[in-house]
């Protein structure tokens, strides 16, 4: 992680792909408790959040939203979208215009989560995915280089 943050300042825009493959395929609960403890407490101490974008579309899964229900994280997890988030997503559609491609398996809310990170302080968004480095077929971790944005995996939280 970068030296420059303060640790316990570091605010964490989480990517709905991230949070799904993490809870259904790579860090389940039964076997990454840990790792499950650390997000709650990032959750209810602030810095853990999501636009309310990426939110609407990660409590489609079913399973995710009970964890939140059980949790009793929906107070702290979801942040409102204002003009400044809506003028950096704006931003990156203009340069990374396929990163919205219907074509593809390709989440709405991508957009969203880099633009959160962008005007928030000392915020670092979490995904799952890996870079392409290619304009025709950008994930997050190169929308994130070229704004520089830091990114980390869900298991770098612990």
């Known amino acids: 992680m970068n030296s420059l943050f303060n640790q316990n300042q570091i605010i964490y ?11 259904n395929e790579r860090y ?3 076997n990454f408790p840990a790792l499950w403890c650390k997000v709650v407490e990032l959750i209810e101490k602030g810095r853990l959040k999501m636009s309310q974008v990426v939110f609407d579309e990660a409590m489609e899964d079913s399973g995710v939203k009970l964890w939140r229900n059980q949790n009793n ?7 409102p ?4 988030v809506q003028e950096k997503v704006s931003e990156i559609l203009t340069v990374f215009p ?4 219907d074509r593809r ?3 709405g809310a991508d957009p969203w989560c880099i633009a959160f990170a962008q005007v928030t302080d000392n915020c670092i968004v979490v995904t799952e ?8 077929r950008p994930k997050i971790p190169d929308v994130c280089k ?13």
Not at 81 to 84: L, S, Y
Not at 98 to 101: A, G, P, T, V, Y
Not at 129 to 136: A, C, G
């Open 13 to 23: 825009s989480l990517d709905t792909s991230a949070l799904f493959a993490a809870f």
């Open 28 to 30: 389940p609960i039964a």
């Open 73 to 79: 994280l929906q107070q702290y997890f979801q942040i």
């Open 81 to 84: 979208v204002d003009e400044f």
């Open 98 to 101: 396929k990163l919205l491609d």
């Open 105 to 107: 398996d390709k989440s």
């Open 129 to 136: 995915e890996n870079p392409t480095d290619s304009v025709n």
């Open 146 to 158: 070229h704004f520089k944005v830091e990114c980390i995996k869900v298991v770098d939280l612990i």
